[in-house]
């Protein structure tokens, strides 16, 4: 079982490359460093757009500076993907595009 990663990575990063955390809010366009301040402390997700400015300043992933999101993302995911499965394998076999259906769902339950 993979273990417990921290909701994001973005204070070890930003001290990393040398930024203050006012330095890193003007990169992300926000109006105060308070923003940042509440990321590295859990107190705030970024949303999707911040997390793509965050991906492009520190040259990695999303998922892997918001890893502990990520993580729980894809438990969620993971679980509903072991439901949606059970129910469309007893569904109508010749309903469209249903061996891709079931192929994505197996994928996503296995994690590759």
């Known amino acids: 079982m993979p273990t417990s990663k921290l909701p994001n ?9 040398g930024f203050s955390q006012r330095e890193l809010a003007y990169l992300l ?30 040259d990695e992933p999303a998922s892997v500076l ?15 993907a072991r439901l949606l499965l059970k129910k469309i394998e007893v569904q109508n076999k010749t309903a469209k595009n249903h061996e891709q259906k079931l192929a994505t769902l197996r994928r996503i339950i296995s994690g590759q």
């Open 66 to 80: 918001v890893a502990g999101l990520f993580q729980q993302a894809r438990k969620r995911v993971r679980k509903r």
């Open 9 to 17: 990575y973005l204070k070890s990063r930003r001290r990393r490359n």
């Open 29 to 58: 366009g926000c109006k105060t460093y308070r923003n940042v301040t509440r990321y590295e402390r859990f107190r705030r997700s970024p949303n999707i757009n911040t997390a793509f400015a965050l991906e492009v300043i520190f």
